[in-house]
């Protein structure tokens, strides 16, 4: 299970003055008192012999309940910096300042607070807008061999988390398989729902089989809804069958036309990885599909957009997600232009097939952001 608290911070209180052990306190906006950290080993070296207060000028209220948050938090510091680099989506407004109506994002320096706790899992707070103050001087100076250490626990604890997470995802997939759930388009609709729902708040009693069973069972409601809309003659069907609405499957289908012209001109090396470039153009639009299949299956089932106000965080996450997918096509794209890959009708298809998709979803991202103004 995984805690994410970036935009409800008021502000905090991170203490690493003391080698080898991070303390603090940390208040939630809506939370009465604030939570207290009491961990092990260190953060990177920009914080580390540090007091550090942070405060958040603009905190909003969590559609999350804390109310599972252990108010006393035990654990191993994980990776913390004052100092990450971040891809943050830019405004119109920035594009506009800027000229670069091609790029969707701005790299901007960001604060991010990670620990492993022993109740809770991973807990993380990040963002880009924060205010920073170290107090006084460092008590200590991180060394060579303290950073490679600290590096060495991060890569642990973040294996174990990972772990845990794929064998939510295995026991998924084992349960739908053995399922009747509706093809493989529906199986995969519903381990993205039941794995959305572990990052959120875990299984907790009755543990996964119980998360499995309500959300099959939503599901099965959402279909007969459908058929009823069939069997009335309404309008709209359409976006009920196969991939869903016309941006996922205008995606999805440029993949597949893709992946069955390589198939079929052989263009794949017997020993190609998913590394080789015209795997990673494919991969691109395939994964960035996903992303759209669950913000458009998710928010905007009935043809509404943009997504109430109380999903625009996560909305905006998927978006970007996807945009990123699209874009790291492109630049797999621009490699097989240079290597002469495939051929010139192929990666035009490609080129003209993602630039389409990226459009689309800047215009719903800007739909969203005209919705907050």
């Known amino acids: 299970m995984s805690w994410k608290m970036g935009e409800s911070l008021v502000r905090a209180e991170l203490d690493s003055r003391i080698k080898g052990r991070l303390t603090g306190r940390i208040w939630l906006l809506g939370v009465d ?43 191993r510091v994980g990776f913390m910096t004052l100092s990450h680099k971040e891809k943050v989506h830019e405004t119109r407004e920035e594009r506009t300042a800027t000229g670069l109506n091609t790029s969707a994002y701005l790299i901007k320096n960001a604060v991010s607070i990670q620990w492993f706790s022993k109740t809770n899992g991973l807990v993380l707070i990040a963002s880009s807008d924060y205010r920073l103050e170290l107090v006084d001087s460092p008590t200590w100076v991180m060394t060579e061999a303290d950073a490679e250490e600290q590096e060495k626990v991060n890569a ?74 069939a069997e009335s003659g309404e309008k709209g069907i359409e976006e009920d069958r196969g991939y869903g609405p016309p941006l996922v499957t205008e995606c999805i289908d440029l993949c597949v036309r893709l992946h069955k012209a390589m198939q079929g001109q052989n263009w794949l090396p017997k020993n190609a990885t998913e590394e080789y470039v015209l795997e990673e153009i494919k991969s691109g639009i395939h994964f960035a599909g996903v992303q759209l299949a669950v ?79």
Not at 162 to 175: G, P, Y
Not at 333 to 345: G, N, S, Y
Request: charged share 30%; with cysteine.
């Open 33 to 75: 008192a604030p939570i207290t950290l009491d961990l092990e080993g260190n953060p990177s070296r920009d914080m580390a012999g540090y007091l550090v207060k942070i405060e958040n000028p603009n905190p909003k209220e969590s559609e999350r309940s804390f109310d599972g948050l252990a108010r006393n938090q035990v654990g």
């Open 295 to 373: 913000v458009m299956h998710r928010y905007a089932r009935d043809g509404k957009w943009p997504c109430d106000a109380i999903f625009v965080d996560e909305v905006m996450a998927q978006l970007q997600k996807a945009q990123e997918r699209l874009a790291d096509a492109l630049t797999a794209l621009d490699v097989a232009d240079q290597d002469q890959l495939a051929t010139e009708a192929w990666r035009t298809q490609a080129r003209e097939g993602v630039l389409s998709v990226m459009n689309q979803v800047d215009q719903l991202i800007v739909a969203v952001e005209n919705s907050l103004e």
């Open 156 to 229: 642990e604890l973040v294996a174990y988390f990972v772990d845990e997470v794929l064998d939510v995802i295995k026991s998924a997939h084992e349960l739908c398989n053995e399922a009747d759930v509706g093809g493989a388009h529906e199986a995969r609709l519903l381990i993205e729902r039941i794995i959305e729902r572990f990052k959120r708040e875990g299984f907790g009693e009755g543990g996964f089989e119980r998360v499995y069973l309500e959300e099959r069972e939503k599901r099965k409601k959402e279909l007969n809804a459908c058929t009823i809309k």
